[in-house]
């Protein structure tokens, strides 16, 4: 037995203490309450004391007397004590020592008074028995029990069957099928049962079984024949085998179990009369084929969904669904018994055994059965009925009261949320998607789920928290597993949608939105029955989408509206596929989904972002350039479904934030779309010139005026999206995003991108910025604006913020906090006048800037604030277009708009008086609004001004250069910010003219114009396509102030006269008496603004020829948007009209959309034609005097040098105090010569580049002569070497045929041979240089020209450095090794250069006079005296002689040299001639220029490019006279002709397409 409990010294110590101990021990013992254990431990205590006996430690009578004591104890003690002997006479029994066995025996023998005989007769072996004198021999007594065994076990008693006995069994049916609502009861009837058992000796078995007869047909009595049968029936065993074999008679093959039989079952299972195993195995289908049958259900449905979306022919169609007409019939389920005992137990509400039952089959298949469903949401209203009259019934409602269950062995009814947990769930969780049998048991749930979040939402204290998140966990998986699945299987319910939303609005997004990816992604994959209802609903969907149109919307929208009741998902993952792709379905997709419920709506924003964050879709197209379509169409329908229907925004605001973080900006297209559509602000670069002007008025103006649309009623749509980036703090955070993402554009996702997607993808982020900031500082209060955004360098420094953006976001900031204290000092003060109101204003700006320019401190270096004051960069950067002037233009063109309506509105007579009333009430309101508002902008620019004007004094220090000065402001402010947005544009040009205005000391903005207009093309080539848009704006509104100036001089006088802006200083004392501030006079403007326009030409040009993609679209979007203002020139319009017609040319058919640009830009430059001017009425040019002719000769861009170099050297020494001392002690007199003589030396230059001025004056014949035997030796040369190329060659006779023409005719025409042109250049050169030097001084010519002379040579180096140094630099961007060598090479070509070369390059200017002609027939032409006529003639003679001989004896060996050969010889040629004419030849070079680059052929093409702007004196070499560009296409015919009849077919075809070209 188990170890020892009584310690051996109370065996030893028995008298004395022991016995003592024991007996107290024992009643220890006997007092606890009567268990195993309990029972074990007096075993234990019994069989130790009896060991003690029989080892012979304790006497006998001792211990028999001490048991007989402890027998009284309990009642159970004999027992006990029997139950110990039976284990000793065993171990007594096996043992040796007879002593022990004595001990045994006479121990037993002694207690015989305290136990049972009948027990120990029992328990003892019968030879114990005997020796104790219980029985008298041991052997009868075996025989004895063997025979009660066999008469008990296995003897059968004979009774009395039905057929045998009817009387007895008659009385039975009667005694059962008596009333029973007396007081009859079944103890009674029992009585007379068994009676008429031992009477008629009738079966019991038979009994039973009638009994269950009689209970079957009277199955509502359970109250009785439960009793009946628990008292008469002795096995369980037997009743189980009883109900089997009823079971069993009724599976014949079409043979049905009657429900009763289901419901004794059930009833008797329920109070454990039978166990489920033991009837389970008697029932029928098997579980293995109930498994087999749901398989192949789920395969069934499987196929109706794969036939559902194929196409299938209309005959096979009919033919399918014969077949299953026949296979309906023929298939009649069989009788299920398992489920019939199931739906018993769950109507008698026995959820345990049904549980086990359902355990046994496939997950919801028991379910399905809809007989089972509706049994168990019976169930479910009983339970969940007091909690939900408590708790979840909705105001007004009454409902009808449920009965309860009679039976108590029912589950109880949950009276609180906690109750629920034990078993509702868990029934709900099995009764899954079949819910949809009870939609008001649906309806329950949900509203208990409300009460419930409800309660949880207040729900606060800690100990309580746990189990309510385990209820609230419990509630998200019975939406998931039971109500969204059931929703689905609900035909178009829209009650339940909307009750369902009650509950699950509750729910933060992010649960919604996982719940909605359950139900679409998995949901619908477990379930035979869903996996059908998914193909109809898209089978559905794709005939409703075939059909939609604008036209039938309403009835479409219906239809959709049915649909999406039920199976929202599934729905609108079809119609976003389809939108996808077809992106014109978005408009009647959005009006057709109004009849949506508030559910569908929640689930319409998952499935769209689910959409959009589709990993297996590309967001760009294949060529990597642009974004995809798809994302476009998603974009568009998101801006407009948002803005048009109330669906959340806070999980698609998520999606963007989230993808910003990971570095991904594609996604930015939605939330541009989304702002647009709800909040009506539109980014858009493409703006009018009326919209651009209305969007620098106030909110109301911005909204009638600025935008292309009307966008009407946002104020609800922005007040959503408020809210929502407010509610979840998202509005912060993309700002910042997207400010730090238009960096992570270029140089973290743009590494591998395409240039052009990248540009798209930094404009993209960088517009949404804008729009999004806009829509924030119109939307935000001024608590909530100033609460969210932090200070400038908190943004800058912490956030890394660029500047740019972070004063965009602090702006608004800074103008609420102004006007917010202005009124705070007006309540303070009352004072009404003007000044103490622009006082308080000032006082205002003061205390809220102040901490501003502390903080603008720490964002750059110390070295920058030694210039600019960080209260100029403040304000720059603090200010709008709001506060620097009024669109008055703008209000006036809305207001006399809406006057236009309201009297419209009175004329319509069709209208209704009401709606007249209505509308004419809405435009006087809007009119009153918007002329307030001017008003109100009016006081506001006064006061703003006003303050501006007091602090001008303060803003340049100036401690550096003015040069340095205007760099840093360019460089901090206005290029940053000119590219922002449009209306930054503008205001960086208006800013520039309003420091000008308020005549700020330090500012030059001479110089300020000059850097913006010379150096552009490194910003061009740096900006995106919408930034050059923008960029283009503010070169426009620039050349707009400066076309102003130079149109007039009252208003160059009025507005720039005497502006510190317009300052040239020349320190030379005894100038005026003393150290004095020189103005730049009119006319020396009009040559600074005609070098500007030669600047903006020369960058253009040089942009167009690169090639690069980025470079042509930028130039050809900023030359569009400046067109208004330039070119203004007509030869430089000429060259760029050249240029830009060769890139249509070339890129038609490479890069269409730069071919679109060029194709528009170049309609648009010829309808400005009419507007240009010759250059000579652009600026005043000195030059000699001349015959009156109609038109006055035009000069190219080249001679810009002259007004360039006086105005630009004369800032540039009022700048840097570059002139020495020698300098300023030189006289008046010597400073008049120095500026005569670079006049004339640059008019030199304009007639050299030109090839065109005539001499009028007979001055300097000495200077002829010597010119003239120059020229002699040149020819003769020419004639020994081999003709250049056969472009060269052709350009000498169409000269020859044209110097023919010119014998005939009396006109001057500029088309001449190579070799006569070059001298007649040289002649005019001379002369005109003569003839100006005459003027000036004519007593001292020989020193005069000596003078002109040496300025000249410095003049070429002046002008570089003066004139043009920025676009000169910039124009050679693409040095790499071989291009600088080669630039070198051609420089030295450049500078001396050689009548071969001019005629190598001849055809191609042919080519630009002859189109130039066109155009402008009758612009220039000059009369030449007679006798300078003669000597051209008798020149031009000697060469056409010569040049003819050679000619033919040279033909054929002239046509095979190659271009390389021809080069070489333009190098001789170059060198041969330096060493003859020496350095002055060099004066007179020329280079390939802006004008004439377009036209040149490939190979010149690739000599020249690189060094297009060398000089600006060569840039107007096409300018021909009408006469002789007719004469010289006329002369190209005929030579065309002669070079036929020799057989040059080469030449000629060569020849032709010059000329076409």
């Known amino acids: 037995m188990a170890a020892l409990i009584f310690p051996s010294d109370w065996i030893k110590n028995w008298d004395k203490s022991g016995k003592n101990e024991f007996f107290q021990f024992f009643q220890d013992l006997a007092g606890k309450p009567s268990s195993h254990e309990f029972v074990k431990d007096l075993q234990t205590a019994l069989y130790e004391l009896c060991w003690h006996v029989i080892q012979g430690n304790l006497k006998v009578d001792v211990a028999a007397s001490l048991l007989a004591d402890v027998m009284e104890l309990r009642d159970d003690m004999p027992s006990i004590l029997a139950d110990v002997f039976c284990i000793l006479d065993i171990e007594t029994g096996c043992l040796e020592e007879k002593h022990k066995r004595d001990h045994f025996t006479q121990l037993v023998g002694a207690c015989l008074i305290c136990v049972p005989d009948g027990m120990l007769k029992e328990r003892l072996d019968p030879e114990t028995l005997e020796s104790l004198g219980l029985i008298k021999q041991a052997q009868q007594f075996n025989q004895k029990i063997v025979k009660i065994k066999t008469k008990l076990f296995y ?40 009676s008429l058992i031992g009477c008629f000796n009738l079966d019991p078995n038979r009994v039973l079984d009638i009994i269950l007869e009689v209970y079957e047909c009277r199955s509502e009595h359970d109250e009785f024949f439960i009793p009946l049968i628990k008292s008469y029936m002795c096995e369980h065993q037997t009743l189980c085998h009883m109900l089997g074999f009823k079971f069993k008679f009724h599976q014949e093959p079409n043979g049905e179990t009657p429900s009763s039989l289901y419901h004794i079952a059930a009833a008797l299972l329920q109070h454990n009369l039978i166990a489920l195993e033991d009837l389970y195995v008697h029932l029928l289908p098997l579980d293995s084929s109930i498994v087999e049958e749901h ?27 014969e077949k299953e007409k026949e296979e309906e019939k023929n298939e009649k389920p069989p009788d299920n018994q398992k489920l019939g005992l199931l739906e018993a137990l769950l109507r008698i509400g026995d959820w345990q055994h049904a549980q086990s039952i359902m355990d046994q089959m496939p997950a919801f298949y028991a379910t399905s059965h809809k007989a089972i469903a509706i049994a168990l949401c019976q169930l479910l209203h009983l339970i969940v009925e007091p909690l939900y009259r408590r708790a979840a019934v909705p105001k007004g409602a009454k409902g009808g009261l449920m009965t309860p269950l009679r039976n108590k062995q029912a589950l109880r009814p949950a009276e609180s949320f906690d109750h629920l947990s034990k078993d509702v769930f868990n029934m709900l969780c099995y009764l899954g998607p079949h819910l949809s049998h009870d939609p008001i048991l649906f309806a329950k749930v949900v509203r208990l789920g409300k009460s419930f979040m409800k309660e949880y939402q207040i729900e606060s204290r800690q100990d ?35 009750e369902l939303w009650g509950f699950f609005k509750l729910f933060p997004y992010q649960h919604r939105y996982r719940l909605y990816g359950q139900w679409k992604n998995e949901t619908y994959g477990n379930h035979p029955l869903l996996v059908k209802i998914k193909a109809q609903t898209v089978d559905r969907a794709k005939y409703i989408m075939k059909r939609l149109t604008k036209e039938n919307v309403k009835p479409s929208g219906r239809q959709i509206g049915k649909l999406s009741h039920s199976n929202p998902t599934i729905l609108f993952d079809y119609i976003l596929s389809q939108i996808q792709w077809y992106d014109n379905l978005i408009t009647p997709v959005v009006d057709s989904l109004k009849y949506l419920t508030s559910l569908n709506y929640d689930v319409l924003a998952y499935c769209i972002i689910e959409a959009l964050a589709n990993p297996e879709k590309e967001k760009m197209k294949h060529d990597d350039t642009t974004i995809s379509s798809w994302l476009q169409s998603l974009a568009s329908l998101c801006g407009a479904v948002f803005r048009k229907y109330p669906i959340e925004l806070a999980g698609l605001l998520q999606y963007v934030t989230n993808q910003l973080k990971a570095g991904k900006s594609f996604d930015l297209l ?31 103006l911005k909204a009638e005026g600025g935008y292309f649309g009307q966008i009407r009623n946002t104020k ?98 800074y103008a609420h906090q102004i006007l917010s204290k202005y009124d705070e000092l007006k309540k303070a003060e009352k004072g009404n006048r003007q000044q103490q109101k622009v006082h308080k204003y000032i006082a205002a700006c003061e205390q809220v800037m102040a901490p501003v320019h502390e903080a603008v401190v720490s964002l750059h270096l110390p070295k920058v604030w030694d210039d600019l004051r960080p209260q100029f960069y403040a304000t720059f950067w603090s200010l709008t277009m709001y506060d620097l002037a009024v669109p008055h233009n703008a209000y006036d063109r809305e207001v006399n708009k809406l006057k236009m309506q309201i009297k419209a509105i009175d004329e319509n007579t069709e209208m209704p008086l009401n709606k007249k009333k209505k509308e004419k009430e809405r435009c006087t309101a809007l009119q009153d609004k918007l002329q307030e508002e001017e008003k109100k902008q009016l006081e506001h620019v006064q006061r703003v001004l006003h303050r501006l004007k007091l602090e001008k004094d303060n803003w340049l220090l100036a401690k550096s250069t003015k040069n340095e000065t205007i760099t840093k402001f360019l460089q901090l402010c206005i290029f940053p910010r000119c ?3 449009a209306i930054d544009a503008v205001y960086c040009a208006r800013f520039v003219e309003l420091v000008h205005q308020q005549k700020t000391p330090n500012f030059c903005t001479l110089l300020c114009y000059d850097r913006v207009f010379s150096d552009i093309i490194y910003t061009v080539a740096s900006c995106t396509e919408n930034e050059s848009r923008r960029y283009g704006r503010f070169l426009c509104c620039m050349l707009e102030t400066v076309t102003r100036w130079h149109s007039d001089r009252a208003i160059y006088e009025k507005e720039c006269g005497n502006y510190p802006g317009f300052l040239t200083i020349f320190r030379a004392s005894g100038f005026d008496g003393g150290n004095k501030a020189d103005q730049l006079d009119y006319e020396n403007f009009r040559h600074v603004v005609h070098k500007w326009h030669y600047k903006l030409t020369k960058a253009s040009v040089h942009c167009l020829e690169t090639g690069e993609y980025t470079h042509i679209r930028n130039i050809l979007i900023v030359l569009t948007k400046i067109l208004p203002w330039y070119p203004k020139v007509l030869n430089l319009g ?22 679109a640009l060029a194709m528009g830009y170049s309609g648009q430059l010829k309808g400005r034609k009419v507007h240009m001017v010759p250059e000579n009425e652009f600026h005043h040019k000195e030059q000699p005097v001349r015959s009156a002719t109609p038109g006055t000769l035009q000069n190219g861009p080249g001679n810009t040098g002259k007004p360039a170099a006086t105005a630009a050297a004369s800032a540039g020494k009022a700048e840097e105090g570059a002139v020495d001392d020698s300098d300023k002690s030189k006289d008046k007199s010597q400073a008049a010569q120095k500026t005569a003589s670079k006049n004339s030396t640059a008019a030199n230059k304009v007639s050299s580049s030109n090839g065109s001025s005539t001499p009028n004056s007979t001055k300097g014949s000495k200077e002829k002569e010597d010119k003239e035997k120059t020229t002699k030796e040149k020819k003769e040369k020419k004639e020994k070497n081999p003709g250049s190329t056969p472009e060269a060659k052709a350009g000498g006779k169409d000269k020859q045929k044209e110097e023919r023409s010119k014998e005939e005719k009396p006109i001057d025409s500029k088309e001449k041979t190579p070799k006569a042109e070059k001298d007649k250049r040289k002649d005019d050169k001379k002369e005109e240089k003569s003839k100006i030097d005459g003027k000036s001084a004519e007593k001292e010519w020989s020193k005069e020209r000596d003078v002109s002379n040496d300025s000249k040579t410095k003049e070429g180096s002046k002008v570089e450095k003066n004139a043009g140094a920025g676009s000169l630099k910039s124009l050679v961007p693409r040095s790499e090794g071989v291009e600088s060598e080669r630039e070198q090479k051609r420089r ?99 280079s390939a220029s802006p004008s004439e680059s377009p036209h040149s052929n490939d190979k010149d093409n690739g000599k020249r490019s690189k060094s297009t702007s060398k000089d600006k004196s060569d840039l107007a070499k096409p300018e021909k006279t009408s006469g002789g560009k007719k004469e010289s296409r006329h002369d190209k015919e005929k030579s065309e002709k002669k070079r036929d009849s020799t057989g040059a077919k080469e030449e000629k075809k060569h020849h032709k397409s010059e000329k076409h070209r």
Do not use: W
């Open 979 to 981: 590219v922002f947005s």
């Open 155 to 194: 003897k059968q008693q004979k009774f009395n069957l039905l057929r045998e006995e009817n009387e007895g069994y008659a009385k039975l049916i009667t005694e059962l099928g008596q009333d029973l609502s007396g007081n009859l009861t079944s103890h009674l009837v029992l009585e007379n049962i068994k």
């Open 1388 to 1486: 030295k070509l450049d500078t001396h250069s050689s009548p071969s070369h001019s005629s190598a390059v001849k055809d191609n200017l042919n080519d630009f006079k002859d189109s130039a002609s066109k155009h402008h027939p009758n612009h220039s032409t000059v009369q030449p005296k007679s006798k300078e006529k003669d000597d051209e003639k008798k020149e031009s003679d000697k060469s056409r002689d010569r040049s003819k001989e050679r000619e033919k004896k040279e033909d054929r060996k002239d046509r095979k040299r190659d271009y390389s050969n021809s080069d070489r010889e333009m190098s001789q040629e170059a060198k041969r001639r330096k060493d003859e004419n020496g350095m002055s030849s060099s004066k007179h070079s020329k």
């Open 295 to 321: 398989k192949r259900e789920i395969l069934e449905a499987k196929q109706i969904a794969r036939k559902l979306t194929m196409v299938v022919v209309p005959s096979e169609k009919n033919d399918e669904k």
């Open 464 to 498: 309580t928290k746990d189990k309510t998140d385990s209820l609230l966990s419990c509630f998200l998986s019975i939406a998931d597993q039971v109500l969204l699945p059931s929703l689905s299987l609900m035909e178009c319910n829209a009650c339940m949608s909307e």
């Open 1134 to 1155: 000429q060259a760029l009209e050249c240029r830009v017609h060769k890139i249509c040319q070339e890129e038609k058919e490479k890069r269409p959309d730069l071919y």
């Open 670 to 700: 939605i939330l541009k779309e989304v702002v647009q559509k709800m909040a009506g602000i539109e980014i858009t670069d493409e703006m009018t010139v009326e919209q651009l002007e209305a969007m620098t008025g106030g909110e109301q």
């Open 716 to 813: 609800k749509s922005s007040l959503r999206l408020k809210d929502a980036l407010l509610d979840h703090e998202l509005a912060l955070p993309l700002c910042l995003l997207m400010a730090q993402q238009r960096n992570g554009v270029v140089f973290s996702e743009g590494g591998e991108k395409h240039l052009k997607l990248v540009g798209k993808l930094y404009d993209q982020c960088h517009d949404t910025l804008v729009q999004f900031g806009g829509f924030l500082a119109s939307n935000l209060s001024t608590e909530d604006y100033i609460k969210r955004v932090p200070s400038v360098d908190v943004l800058c420094n912490q956030f890394h913020t660029p500047h740019d953006a972070a004063f965009f976001l602090s702006r608004p900031m």
